[in-house]
């Protein structure tokens, strides 16, 4: 039985993108393999399964709206169910694991039950790696995330696979330890996120007619890396032009980093622009919003992978976003608008292309519903024959 571990996930409703893989990747591993979700109990240091509670919020309701804060909020466990825990731990009812599933960005604190955890396998272990953009962009990061990134990416060489979430970040992964001297380095590969958000199957509102003025949405966490900035100073250029459209914003408050964006949101409120931000949003609101939206900007200057953008090309809506890194590897196969930098400059000029031109606009619309995507069940399936490969590996070292 394979053990994943959901230490965070389960403590919240929440719904960022390494939540989204993790609820992803542990429901469709369910349908295709042995496997047992399992958390750190930081209050008893020990590691045991999910309650009741824990085990809702693994679970993605798409018509409930994820929390507003990003991470995990533990509650002291009451004195009765506390002695029922013990019943319920790995120790009491595991001899061993067949391997280890790592799909968080996990804390010190859940490392160190890791080190523990790692005497319960009888099998590889295997992270997935999603990005280095703390390292990269510290000033655009939360303080905490890019003072603990350097040691998290030591801990990740206790693991015998990585599963990077694309070609871009798996070389940064790689290009860290070596810059670091370091020899002896866990398998990396790359295998691409999948995406399952089903759009309803009437034709697609290309031109976002239900509204008075074309609506232009973007999906994401309010913070630096996200660059609302550039997005809403671009649209300030053209709504200053004349130009009548909506847009709206989605997506959860970082409070460390999202302090310019919401205050250039709330000056263009101030001139009667016609913005919104709406926070986060439970997928079927999500759903509506891309149906209803012209098309998307994903304006990023760092991802690991960019599911938005996917996301919004399933819906059949063009994304203007970079060519640049992991964002590339997605929008440089047909629907988005490519720019080589997000900055105020070029994404207006992407955005009032497709507000001006329909042929440009249905050409993209057509190139986005012509596209094929991977299912969470195919990011399941490849994760679990990564998994499986890395066995000689375990059993040589052993």
Same mark, same amino acid.
């Given at each position: 039985? &394979?053990?994943?571990?959901?230490?965070?996930?389960?403590?919240?409703? $929440?719904?960022? *993108?390494?939540?989204?893989?993790?609820?992803?990747?542990?429901? +469709?591993?369910?349908?295709?393999?042995?496997?047992?979700?399992?958390? !750190? =109990?930081?209050?008893?240091?020990?590691?045991?399964?999910?309650?009741?509670?824990?085990?809702?919020?693994?679970?993605?309701?798409?018509?409930?709206?994820?929390?507003?804060?990003?991470?995990?909020?533990?509650?002291?466990?009451?004195?009765?169910?506390?002695?029922?825990?013990? +019943?319920? +731990?790995?120790?009491?009812?595991?001899?061993?694991?067949?391997?280890?599933?790592?799909?968080?960005?996990?804390?010190?604190?859940?490392?160190?039950? &890791?080190?523990?955890? !790692?005497?319960?396998?009888?099998?590889?272990?295997?992270?997935? !790696?999603?990005? $280095?953009?703390?390292?990269?962009?510290?000033?655009?990061?939360? *303080?905490?995330?890019?003072?603990? !990134?350097?040691?998290?990416? #030591?801990?990740?060489?206790?693991?015998?696979?990585?599963?990077?979430? +694309?070609? $871009?970040?798996?070389?940064?992964?790689? #290009?860290?330890?070596?810059? &670091? /001297?370091?020899?002896?380095?866990?398998?990396?590969?790359?295998?691409?996120? /999948?995406?399952?958000?089903?759009?309803?199957?009437?034709?697609?509102?290309?031109?976002?007619?239900?509204?008075?003025?074309?609506?232009?949405?973007?999906?994401?966490?309010?913070?630096?890396?996200?660059?609302?900035?550039?997005?809403?100073?671009?649209?300030?250029?053209?709504?200053?032009?004349?130009?009548?459209?909506?847009?709206?914003?989605?997506?959860?408050?970082?409070?460390?980093?999202?302090?310019?964006?919401? =205050?250039?949101?709330?000056?263009?409120?101030?001139?009667?622009?016609?913005?919104?931000?709406?926070?986060?949003?439970?997928?079927?609101?999500?759903?509506?919003?891309?149906?209803?939206?012209?098309?998307?900007? %994903?304006?990023?200057?760092?991802? /690991?992978?960019?599911?938005?953008?996917?996301?919004?090309?399933?819906?059949?809506?063009?994304?203007?976003?970079?060519?640049?890194?992991?964002?590339?590897?997605?929008? #440089?196969?047909? *629907?988005?608008?490519?720019?080589?930098?997000?900055?105020?400059?070029?994404?207006?000029?992407?955005?009032?292309?497709?507000?001006?031109?329909?042929?440009?606009?249905?050409?993209?619309?057509?190139?986005?519903?012509?596209?094929?995507?991977?299912?969470?069940? @195919? %990011?399941?399936? @490849?994760?679990?024959?990564?998994?499986?490969?890395?066995?000689?590996?375990?059993?040589?070292?052993?």
């Amino acid at each position: 039985m &394979l053990a994943i571990d959901v230490s965070a996930t389960s403590s919240t409703t $929440a719904n960022t *993108g390494v939540q989204r893989v993790c609820r992803a990747l542990t429901q +469709s591993l369910a349908s295709i393999a042995n496997s047992q979700p399992v958390c !750190f =109990d930081p209050d008893h240091d020990y590691w045991r399964f999910p309650n009741a509670h824990e085990q809702s919020c693994l679970i993605q309701n798409t018509n409930i709206r994820p929390s507003a804060r990003r991470g995990s909020r533990k509650k002291k466990i009451s004195s009765k169910l506390n002695t029922l825990l013990p +019943s319920k +731990s790995i120790k009491s009812k595991s001899h061993g694991y067949s391997g280890l599933i790592e799909p968080e960005i996990f804390s010190q604190t859940t490392f160190g039950g &890791l080190t523990e955890l !790692f005497q319960f396998l009888n099998g590889p272990s295997l992270a997935v !790696f999603y990005d $280095a953009t703390p390292l990269k962009l510290p000033e655009l990061s939360p *303080g905490k995330s890019a003072s603990r !990134f350097p040691a998290y990416l #030591n801990e990740l060489l206790r693991f015998d696979g990585i599963a990077a979430i +694309s070609d $871009a970040s798996m070389q940064e992964i790689i #290009n860290y330890w070596k810059w &670091l /001297g370091v020899k002896n380095t866990p398998k990396v590969v790359s295998i691409p996120l /999948g995406v399952d958000m089903a759009h309803r199957p009437e034709e697609p509102n290309a031109r976002g007619s239900i509204q008075t003025a074309p609506m232009v949405l973007c999906v994401g966490s309010i913070e630096g890396r996200k660059n609302q900035v550039s997005l809403l100073s671009a649209a300030e250029k053209l709504w200053s032009s004349g130009m009548e459209f909506h847009v709206k914003l989605v997506g959860l408050e970082s409070p460390e980093t999202s302090g310019p964006a919401l =205050d250039l949101l709330n000056q263009c409120k101030i001139k009667g622009r016609s913005v919104e931000w709406l926070g986060p949003q439970s997928e079927d609101d999500l759903r509506t919003h891309y149906e209803n939206c012209s098309f998307t900007v %994903y304006p990023s200057i760092a991802e /690991g992978f960019g599911l938005p953008v996917l996301e919004s090309l399933k819906h059949g809506k063009p994304c203007v976003c970079s060519s640049q890194g992991a964002i590339g590897e997605i929008s #440089n196969k047909g *629907g988005c608008l490519t720019v080589e930098k997000p900055t105020p400059e070029t994404l207006a000029q992407a955005m009032e292309t497709l507000l001006t031109d329909s042929e440009q606009h249905s050409t993209l619309c057509n190139e986005a519903r012509n596209r094929t995507f991977r299912t969470w069940s @195919d %990011y399941a399936s @490849d994760i679990l024959e990564f998994h499986k490969s890395l066995n000689k590996s375990y059993e040589k070292a052993c």
